[in-house]
């Protein structure tokens, strides 16, 4: 299906126009529906390097890209079009709770940006993303966690965890730190980590955000 007119902005971001991110490559695709927020995006990134302005009636070469930067209707145009190692990451333009889910679980997103999130925000949102994480704050961690933590517990002895790893898992799904998740349990950070470690392992996962995604598919 073609997208109608709407502005598009390719980052081509290089590793040195930032010493700290690192991760922050080339290959990057901003589509967006509104106008508006394409223009506004447009002046938030001026300052950046390689930063250039695409306005198409046409589809792009979504290949060509490795993270697209998009909103939910873009998204659900356009998504069986997209090859499966382009990383996409959703601009919030006022998503309801079972968006959330349909975007994270149905689309595959790799992250959820909020309208009030800075641009230092947007760019390493987009760093983290490269790198193989999930890029979800406090708002939607809320959503996905909303009416699944009192069966947290009976699902992580299903799964074999001790009664240790259940509750350092049920914290952590929770959003709380290593360092909150020590305080909470009166042990240090390093207990946390190997308690983490061994979550991990018995679970098939390799991140924290796994963690929470198993508890909202399990659900």
Same mark, same amino acid.
């Given at each position: 299906?073609?997208?109608?007119?709407?502005?598009?902005?390719?980052?081509?971001?290089?590793?040195?126009?930032?010493?700290?991110?690192?991760?922050?490559?080339?290959?990057?695709?901003?589509?967006?529906?509104?106008?508006?927020?394409?223009?506004?995006?447009?002046?938030?990134?001026?300052?950046?390097?390689?930063?250039?302005?695409?306005?198409?009636?046409?589809?792009?070469?979504?290949? %060509?890209? =490795? $993270?697209? *930067?998009?909103?939910?209707?873009? /998204?659900?145009?356009?998504?069986?079009?997209?090859? #499966? !190692?382009?990383?996409?990451?959703?601009?919030?333009?006022?998503?309801?709770?079972?968006?959330?889910?349909?975007?994270?679980?149905?689309?595959?997103?790799?992250?959820?940006?909020?309208?009030?999130?800075?641009?230092?925000?947007?760019?390493?949102?987009?760093?983290?993303?490269?790198?193989?994480?999930?890029?979800?704050?406090?708002?939607?961690?809320?959503?996905?966690?909303?009416?699944?933590?009192?069966?947290?517990?009976?699902?992580?002895?299903?799964?074999?965890?001790?009664?240790? %790893?259940? =509750? $350092?898992? *049920?914290?952590?799904?929770?959003? /709380?730190?290593?360092?909150?998740?020590?305080?909470? #349990? !009166?042990?240090?950070?390093?207990?946390?980590?190997?308690?983490?470690?061994?979550?991990?392992?018995?679970?098939?996962?390799?991140?924290?955000?796994?963690?929470?995604?198993?508890?909202?598919?399990?659900?």
């Amino acid at each position: 299906m073609l997208i109608d007119p709407k502005f598009y902005v390719k980052v081509n971001l290089c590793l040195n126009f930032v010493q700290n991110r690192r991760g922050l490559l080339n290959g990057v695709l901003i589509a967006l529906k509104n106008k508006i927020l394409s223009e506004g995006l447009k002046a938030l990134l001026q300052g950046e390097k390689d930063v250039e302005i695409w306005e198409s009636n046409e589809p792009p070469q979504w290949g %060509e890209y =490795e $993270v697209l *930067v998009t909103d939910w209707v873009t /998204l659900k145009e356009n998504h069986a079009s997209f090859p #499966l !190692s382009l990383k996409v990451l959703l601009l919030d333009t006022g998503l309801h709770s079972s968006e959330v889910f349909e975007a994270l679980w149905g689309y595959g997103v790799k992250g959820i940006l909020p309208p009030y999130m800075d641009i230092k925000l947007f760019l390493k949102a987009i760093t983290k993303v490269r790198e193989g994480e999930v890029w979800l704050d406090q708002t939607y961690l809320k959503v996905l966690l909303d009416g699944h933590r009192r069966e947290a517990r009976s699902l992580f002895g299903l799964l074999g965890l001790s009664k240790r %790893e259940k =509750e $350092v898992a *049920v914290l952590v799904a929770q959003g /709380l730190s290593n360092k909150e998740v020590a305080k909470r #349990l !009166s042990v240090t950070e390093r207990t946390v980590k190997v308690h983490l470690n061994h979550i991990f392992k018995k679970l098939n996962i390799k991140s924290r955000m796994e963690l929470l995604l198993l508890l909202g598919k399990k659900e």
